[in-house]
Each structure stands twice: as structure tokens, then as C-alpha cells.
T-cell receptor, first 116, second 113 residues
């Protein structure tokens, strides 16, 4: 069984479109995250959710919005896509928040977004 | 500002030798430090965690050290194998616990047969 799964794996779209990436974890973890990995392979946190409550919101454009229907899901919605949004987006989960507990992250396989 | 620095250039090591990767940080007081492995086209995979009160942690052929005075962690792979070739990322969380994990840019390790 896949612990953290995200779909789609690849997404090619035009500028200005709106798209979503879905993420599900079956680990029973309390916290889920979205990370962005750019062309230089730098992995940067975007959001995290703990028990359906947003606890981190980094300085990302408000075109990006996380939505969590339940503890096992954290979807990423992106409006008015721009060329600079092209990247690989990783979903992750952990048992505990940030510096509490082990904080070990379990990552999905990534969703490569290409904006044309 | 807070920084995590890893040698982002490729590190070439001959098979069987020990590979040593470095992670330096500034303006952090981390409660613990983690190391991850990332293969091309895959998500990062957790390897080891070391706490601020621990000097060394081992797991099979892997060893991590953590020097909070030098603000440095070293990651060692002994008896390296070509299958160890990957990008290795270090990650920190601050004691406040609200910032998730911040990752370094990673070191691309190549083990040559």
C-alpha cells in the first residue's frame, strides 16, 4: 500500500488555467504538508495542515490554496497559473507537528507541473 | 537570516570507500536534524534523525554526527556501493515546532564502480 499518494503525477497546462493536485495519506498522521521543488532542486515548504487547521502559511501567492476535507487528505489548488509555477510539488505527512515528536516526513512521489 | 548549506556539487567516491557529506547551518537552534535520500523522479526518503543532545547516530552503514557548537552535521556512508548514488538532503526544524522542516539544497553523491 502506498503511504502518501498524490495525483496526477504529471500535469501540463496553459498559463491562466486553474488546476488541482490531490494528496492522500493512509498512515493516520496528524500533519500534512505541501513542498515545492524548483528546477534547481531546492525543496521549499509551502503549507502544512494539522488536524484540518492551517498552521504554516509561507509567503506563497494567494493563487495557491490548500484544502483539507479530512485528516487524510490535503489538496492543492492553484489559480491563474503562471510560468514560474512550473515545478515538482510534493505532498508529505508526519505524525507530529514540526519540532514535536520525531517530525519524520513521509513524502509522495511528486507531481510535475509544467505551465506553457 | 537562517541558512542551511550543503555542498551542492556532485561528490564522486570510489566504491568501497567512505563517503562523507557535510551540512552546515546558521541562525538556527535546532532541536534535531534529519537526513533524507532522494532519487531522480522520486520523493525524499527519511534516513536518520539526530537530536541536539546526541553526538552520533548509526544505522547499518550510515552514521550521522551533530556538533551544535560548530553548527554542523556530517553524514557518512561506509563501504559505499553504486546503489548509494543519490542526492542527500539535510533538514532542520527549530525548537518552536511551528515551521515544519527546512531542507538544504542537497549533495549529489556518485559512487563509481
Amino acid at each position: 500500500d502506498t503511504a502518501v499518494s498524490q495525483t496526477p503525477k504529471y500535469l501540463v497546462t496553459q498559463m491562466g488555467n486553474d488546476k488541482s493536485i490531490k494528496c492522500e495519506q493512509n498512515l493516520g498522521h496528524d500533519t500534512m504538508y505541501w513542498y515545492k521543488q524548483d528546477s534547481k532542486k531546492f525543496l521549499k515548504i509551502m503549507f502544512s495542515y494539522n488536524n484540518k487547521e492551517l498552521i504554516i502559511n509561507e509567503t506563497v501567492p494567494n493563487r495557491f490554496s490548500p484544502k483539507s476535507p479530512d485528516k487524510a487528505h490535503l489538496n492543492l489548488h492553484i489559480n491563474s497559473l503562471e510560468l514560474g509555477d512550473s515545478a515538482v510539488y510534493f505532498c508529505a505527512s508526519s505524525q507530529d507537528r514540526g519540532g514535536m515528536g520525531t517530525g519524520e516526513l513521509f513524502f509522495g512521489e511528486g507531481s510535475r507541473l509544467t505551465v506553457l | 537570516s537562517q541558512k542551511i548549506e550543503q555542498n551542492s556539487e556532485a561528490l564522486n567516491i570510489q566504491e568501497g570507500k567512505t563517503a562523507t557529506l557535510t551540512c552546515n547551518y546558521t541562525n538556527y537552534s535546532p532541536a534535531y536534524l534529519q537526513w533524507y535520500r532522494q532519487d531522480p523522479g522520486r520523493g525524499p526518503v527519511f534516513l536518520l534523525l539526530i537530536r541536539e543532545n546526541e553526538k552520533e547516530k548509526r544505522k547499518e552503514r550510515l552514521k550521522v554526527t551533530f556538533d551544535t557548537t560548530l553548527k554542523q552535521s556530517l553524514f557518512h556512508i561506509t563501504a559505499s556501493q553504486p546503489a548509494d548514488s543519490a542526492t542527500y538532503l539535510c533538514a532542520l526544524v527549530s525548537g518552536g515546532g511551528a515551521d515544519g522542516l527546512t531542507f538544504g539544497k542537497g549533495t549529489h553523491l556518485i559512487i563509481q564502480p
